[in-house]
């Protein structure tokens, strides 16, 4: 059973930054891409961007560009996600997720998901 | 992007019975030389991640009741739950991943028992 587990809650001050990890244990990490999405409070998922694991390419969504970067270390099977220059809209439960991939990296969809870490912005 | 749109925001129905939700694409996610409906249906209860329950617009994923069914083409969709449990209550999204940059979901149904 593919297990995706994710670094504790945190509360930063608005400007900050935020890193957010997740590790991965029961697959082969690098034959799935690793996807971040988050979810304000009573809000529907938003994706941030995802990563390839197989050499580390990354797409992020317009919104975040220039604010969002993500990283993986294969050798621990882990994926990283950062977020620079918090604001209090930032707050929500950010998810990693491994994401199912054509034989030429295309990305589909989101097979498993973290626990989920819970990032809160307030001065 | 990409809006997907479902229908409806909430839904009560009897346990036992049929609960239907919809889902709507602003373009076709329909891959012609694939024959693929690129559409994915999730499943968040409280407190938890949302679940893959189907991929391709019709395909559950391995451990998922056959209870829970999707279907449609090109720009609608549907998940239906043939016989409502007490534990499907839950909120349902759909996802394409047509265009996947960026990966879009809809707003949610909420499904409660009536």
């Known amino acids: 059973q593919v297990l995706l587990v994710q670094s504790g809650a945190e509360v930063k001050k608005p400007g900050a930054s935020v890193k957010v990890s997740c590790k991965a244990s029961?697959?082969?990490?690098?034959?799935?891409?690793i996807t971040w999405v988050r979810q304000a409070p009573g809000q529907g998922p938003e994706w941030l961007g995802w990563i390839s694991t197989y050499n580390g390419n990354t797409n992020y969504a317009q919104k975040f560009q220039g604010r969002v970067t993500m990283t993986t270390d294969t050798s621990t099977s882990t994926a990283i996600m950062e977020l620079r220059r918090l604001r209090s809209d930032d707050t929500a439960v950010y998810y990693c997720?491994?994401?199912?991939?054509?034989?030429?990296?295309?990305?589909?969809?989101?097979?498993?998901w973290g626990q989920g870490t819970l990032v809160t912005v307030s001065s | 992007d990409i809006v997907m749109t479902q229908s409806p925001d909430s839904l009560a129905v009897s346990l036992g019975e049929r609960a239907t939700i919809n889902c709507k694409s602003s373009?076709?996610?329909?891959?012609?030389?694939?024959?693929?409906?690129?559409l994915a249906w999730y499943q968040q209860k409280p407190g938890q991640p949302p679940k893959l329950l189907i991929s391709w617009a019709s395909t559950r994923e391995s451990g998922v009741p056959d209870r829970f069914s999707g279907s449609g083409s090109g720009t609608d969709f549907s998940l239906t739950i043939s016989s409502l449990q007490a534990e499907d209550v839950a909120v349902y999204y759909c996802q394409q991943f047509y265009s996947i940059f960026p990966v879009t979901f809809g707003q949610g149904t909420k499904l409660e028992i009536k």
């Open positions: 373009q076709s996610i329909f891959y012609s030389s694939d024959n693929k409906n690129y």
């Open positions: 029961l697959y082969s990490f690098t034959t799935y891409g």
């Open positions: 997720a491994r994401v199912r991939v054509d034989f030429d990296w295309t990305p589909y969809y989101f097979d498993s």
